[in-house]
């Protein structure tokens, strides 16, 4: 089994930056790929970005520029570091992880990933 665990989210101004951490334990050695996932009010779940154990990453196109995942395999956390934050982004945003990136994916029935964060919330006032 494995746990993912965010933390980092709130409240920031339009313009600001915030970094969210997610901490991996448990079977990790199952996990070869780690994204963020975020959902606003009203609205369907989306990727975020995707990050390899590699290192590879992949952004939507949404936050391309403006968002960074990385990732501390020492520390087994993966980050998202948002910058230029828009009212747009305010969502909750997901930790999730799976056995390859080809299991990290939305369709038109929702996303999927082998495992979620419990999410948490991110507001962007403008």
């Known amino acids: 089994q494995v746990r993912l665990v965010e933390s980092g989210g709130g409240l920031v101004q339009a313009g600001g930056s915030l970094r969210l951490s997610c901490a991996a334990s448990?079977?990790?050695?199952?996990?070869?790929?780690m994204a963020w996932y975020r959902q606003a009010p009203g609205k369907q779940r989306e990727l975020v970005a995707v990050?390899?154990?590699?290192?590879?990453?992949n952004y939507a196109d949404a936050v391309q520029g403006r968002f960074a995942i990385s990732r501390d395999s020492a520390k087994n956390t993966v980050y998202l570091q948002m910058n230029s934050l828009k009212p747009e982004d305010t969502a909750t945003y997901y930790c999730?992880?799976?056995?390859?990136?080809?299991?990290?994916?939305?369709?038109?029935?929702?996303?999927?990933?082998?495992?979620w964060g419990q999410g948490m919330q991110v507001t962007v006032s403008s």
């Open positions: 999730a992880g799976a056995k390859s990136t080809e299991l990290i994916y939305c369709a038109g029935y929702g996303c999927y990933s082998d495992y």
């Open positions: 990050i390899n154990n590699g290192g590879s990453t």
């Open positions: 448990g079977s990790i050695a199952s996990i070869n790929a």
